[in-house]
């Protein structure tokens, strides 16, 4: 019973980015069916607390997370085609702000202005960070934000071992129907601004840089800004998701608060799923997180090895990622009937 | 007053000149060929003055205005626009799209949505890419991405366009149209550099060409002069 209720708000969540890909394609034939089972679906997303046990909603917390994290990072990345793996450095600063502003002894600040500072300080950081960096292009660019994660780490440890003296930080507990609550509510922010920004005439902008950098700029396109400005507002999404994720862990340090495969995951995630289409990370982010999720409880032995396979298996015959294999499987159903149209 | 005008213009590459003091100017409505032998500079030249590179030393100045160390945006919202050599379109956006980019972004006032659809099918029509306007841009001949090109500079609303060998590796038709475009172009009253290699097109479109060679500019003046030019013909053309 969990674990269809778990499939059945998966594919909610990827609906949600099914439909936002369907505004943005002009495609609005049937839109008040398709409207109607949006709303449907924001209803049994909204009103899960009320019918899943609590590790079901803990998961679907975990896995919008994910999704955050991904289609944040595809919202700079994928469509600048900058590869950044700076994720781990905005998210952790996130989780930090909690650290700081929500300690055990009580609340600084109200939890949601807490988060809101993650992201607000995690944006900050990216506009100095990308002033100065996005100037680098390819690989520079993308082992320069792997360094930054490392030395915001490196730096953070140095400080909490000299000045502070502690190791980590414990972090206000938190209601899990809170931070699933926030957490959504991120989900939808991000999904908005994606949409948004894809529609607008600097989504145009910025795809036109992720096409052409040089002709873009020679086009009268300020492609430092654009960059930094993306970069920025994608950091901000993952500084929020962070903070709110410090009061699911509760315990942190610099270790777990910067880990690097909070920089990786995404970029695998946005991979799998495809970076086509909007819902590509989302799907990829959601089904990946209930894979892992799955594999290590039931099959923890063997997890790491058939994750392995999988992924493999995934580069290997989904070069496009879940949304091309889909794509092309629907052309081969939908084919014959398309020839005479 | 020239359009635009080159002070002792130049450009290393380590020790190497790509570009050497050379001096130019372009009069307002002319066609201005530029031309010689492979590496002889003349594509350094066009990024000096689109501000891919900053000319050291030396001085451009487009009406008059010192545009030295400008970014390549700002220059494009001033009036020049310029198109590739190997072609940079962006390939994976619909053809209309492209074009949509010159006019939102490349000139300094606001335009709205609709006017910049409006503006980029009229290009489109204009360069004879209308039919394709909803292709993905990658997707195009090679003449067509290089009209599509044309039409994405123009719709920055340029008074200057550098056409950066616009009829290599095409055909004798294409070249034929190509041709009847730039006159098009010209009797917009937009001012156009182009550098060729096509020489029956070279002479027969442009008012003056100037020669480089190895960086530096051995011969200037009307096609007539060209032709019979002794260095030129030495280094170029071939005895």
């Given at each position: 019973?969990?674990?269809?209720?778990?499939?059945?708000?998966?594919?909610?969540?990827?609906?949600?980015?099914?439909?936002?890909?369907?505004?943005?394609?002009?495609?609005?034939?049937?839109?008040?069916?398709?409207?109607?089972?949006?709303?449907?679906?924001?209803?049994l997303l909204a009103t899960l607390p009320l019918y899943a046990l609590g590790y079901t909603s803990?998961?679907?917390?975990?896995?919008?997370?994910?999704?955050?994290?991904?289609?944040?990072?595809?919202?700079?990345?994928?469509?600048?085609?900058?590869?950044?793996?700076?994720?781990?450095?905005?998210?952790?600063?996130?989780?930090?702000?909690?650290?700081?502003?929500?300690?055990?002894?009580?609340?600084?600040?109200?939890?949601?202005?807490?988060?809101?500072?993650?992201?607000?300080?995690?944006?900050?950081?990216?506009?100095?960070?990308?002033?100065?960096?996005?100037?680098?292009?390819?690989?520079?660019?993308?082992?320069?934000?792997?360094?930054?994660?490392?030395?915001?780490?490196?730096?953070?440890?140095?400080?909490?071992?000299?000045?502070?003296?502690?190791?980590?930080?414990?972090?206000?507990?938190?209601?899990?129907?809170?931070?699933?609550?926030?957490?959504?509510?991120?989900?939808?922010?991000?999904?908005?601004?994606?949409?948004?920004?894809?529609?607008?005439?600097?989504?145009?902008?910025?795809?036109?840089?992720?096409?052409?950098?040089?002709?873009?700029?020679?086009?009268?396109?300020?492609?430092?800004?654009?960059?930094?400005?993306?970069?920025?507002?994608?950091?901000?999404?993952?500084?929020?998701?962070?903070?709110?994720?410090?009061?699911?862990?509760?315990?942190?340090?610099?270790?777990?608060?910067?880990?690097?495969?909070?920089?990786?995951?995404?970029?695998?995630?946005?991979?799998?799923?495809?970076?086509?289409?909007?819902?590509?990370?989302?799907?990829?982010?959601?089904?990946?997180?209930?894979?892992?999720?799955?594999?290590?409880?039931?099959?923890?032995?063997?997890?790491?090895?058939?994750?392995?396979?999988?992924?493999?298996?995934?580069?290997?015959?989904?070069?496009?990622?879940?949304?091309?294999?889909?794509?092309?499987?629907?052309?081969?159903?939908?084919?014959?009937?398309?020839?005479?149209? | 007053?020239?359009?635009?005008?080159?002070?002792?213009?130049?450009?290393?590459?380590?020790?190497?000149?790509?570009?050497?003091?050379?001096?130019?100017?372009?009069?307002?409505?002319?066609?201005?060929?530029?031309?010689?032998?492979?590496?002889?500079?003349?594509?350094?030249?066009?990024?000096?003055?689109?501000?891919?590179?900053?000319?050291?030393?030396?001085?451009?100045?487009?009406?008059?205005?010192?545009?030295?160390?400008?970014?390549?945006?700002?220059?494009?919202?001033?009036?020049?626009?310029?198109?590739?050599?190997?072609?940079?379109?962006?390939?994976?956006?619909?053809?209309?799209?492209?074009?949509?980019?010159?006019?939102?972004?490349?000139?300094?006032?606001?335009?709205?949505?609709?006017?910049?659809?409006?503006?980029?099918?009229?290009?489109?029509?204009?360069?004879?890419?209308?039919?394709?306007?909803?292709?993905?841009?990658?997707?195009?001949?090679?003449?067509?991405?290089?009209?599509?090109?044309?039409?994405?500079?123009?719709?920055?609303?340029?008074?200057?366009?550098?056409?950066?060998?616009?009829?290599?590796?095409?055909?004798?038709?294409?070249?034929?149209?190509?041709?009847?475009?730039?006159?098009?172009?010209?009797?917009?009253?937009?001012?156009?550099?182009?550098?060729?290699?096509?020489?029956?097109?070279?002479?027969?479109?442009?008012?003056?060409?100037?020669?480089?060679?190895?960086?530096?500019?051995?011969?200037?003046g009307t096609p007539q002069e060209i032709t019979h030019s002794e260095k030129v013909i030495e280094?170029?053309?071939?005895?």
């Open positions: 019973m969990q674990t269809l209720i778990i499939i059945i708000n998966i594919l909610c969540l990827i609906y949600s980015g099914w439909f936002i890909e369907r505004l943005l394609t002009k495609e609005r034939k049937n839109s008040l069916i398709t409207s109607g089972i949006l709303l449907l679906v924001l209803a803990i998961l679907i917390t975990t896995i919008l997370m994910y999704i955050i994290l991904t289609v944040s990072w595809v919202l700079f990345s994928g469509l600048t085609g900058y590869m950044s793996l700076a994720t781990a450095a905005f998210f952790g600063i996130g989780i930090y702000a909690s650290a700081l502003f929500l300690p055990t002894t009580g609340a600084l600040l109200p939890i949601l202005v807490v988060v809101l500072i993650g992201g607000l300080a995690s944006s900050i950081i990216a506009l100095g960070v990308g002033a100065l960096t996005l100037r680098l292009r390819g690989i520079y660019f993308a082992i320069f934000t792997f360094g930054l994660v490392v030395f915001i780490m490196e730096l953070l440890n140095w400080w909490e071992h000299t000045v502070s003296h502690r190791r980590g930080r414990y972090v206000m507990l938190v209601d899990n129907d809170y931070i699933f609550y926030t957490m959504l509510g991120i989900f939808v922010l991000v999904m908005l601004t994606f949409f948004f920004i894809r529609r607008s005439k600097f989504g145009l902008a910025m795809r036109s840089i992720g096409e052409n950098e040089e002709a873009a700029a020679h086009t009268g396109i300020n492609v430092t800004m654009v960059k930094v400005i993306t970069f920025a507002i994608s950091a901000f999404f993952m500084g929020a998701a962070g903070a709110i994720y410090a009061t699911k862990i509760t315990y942190v340090d610099p270790y777990v608060a910067f880990s690097v495969l909070f920089s990786f995951l995404p970029v695998l995630m946005a991979i799998f799923g495809g970076m086509g289409r909007i819902y590509g990370p989302v799907m990829g982010a959601a089904i990946f997180t209930y894979l892992q999720e799955t594999l290590q409880t039931k099959f923890s032995e063997i997890y790491m090895l058939s994750f392995g396979v999988l992924l493999v298996a995934a580069i290997l015959y989904m070069p496009d990622g879940l949304t091309g294999l889909i794509q092309k499987v629907w052309r081969r159903i939908s084919g014959g009937k398309r020839v005479h149209t | 007053m020239y359009i635009l005008e080159g002070e002792g213009v130049s450009k290393y590459f380590g020790g190497l000149a790509a570009v050497d003091n050379v001096d130019f100017h372009v009069d307002q409505g002319e066609v201005v060929g530029l031309i010689g032998p492979n590496g002889a500079g003349k594509t350094t030249l066009f990024n000096l003055i689109s501000a891919t590179y900053t000319p050291k030393p030396g001085i451009i100045r487009f009406k008059d205005k010192n545009i030295t160390g400008k970014k390549p945006y700002q220059i494009c919202r001033m009036g020049i626009a310029r198109t590739f050599q190997m072609v940079k379109i962006f390939a994976n956006l619909p053809v209309v799209e492209n074009v949509r980019v010159g006019a939102f972004f490349g000139k300094s006032t606001h335009v709205s949505s609709a006017n910049a659809t409006r503006e980029s099918l009229e290009l489109l029509e204009y360069v004879g890419l209308s039919q394709v306007a909803n292709t993905p841009a990658r997707d195009l001949t090679l003449a067509n991405q290089k009209r599509l090109e044309v039409a994405r500079a123009l719709a920055t609303k340029p008074e200057l366009l550098l056409l950066d060998e616009l009829m290599a590796g095409l055909n004798q038709t294409e070249v034929a149209e190509e041709m009847q475009l730039i006159s098009s172009i010209r009797t917009k009253g937009i001012t156009i550099v182009m550098i060729e290699h096509v020489m029956k097109a070279i002479m027969s479109v442009c008012d003056r060409i100037i020669v480089l060679h190895h960086g530096k500019k051995i011969a200037e280094v170029y053309l071939g005895e």
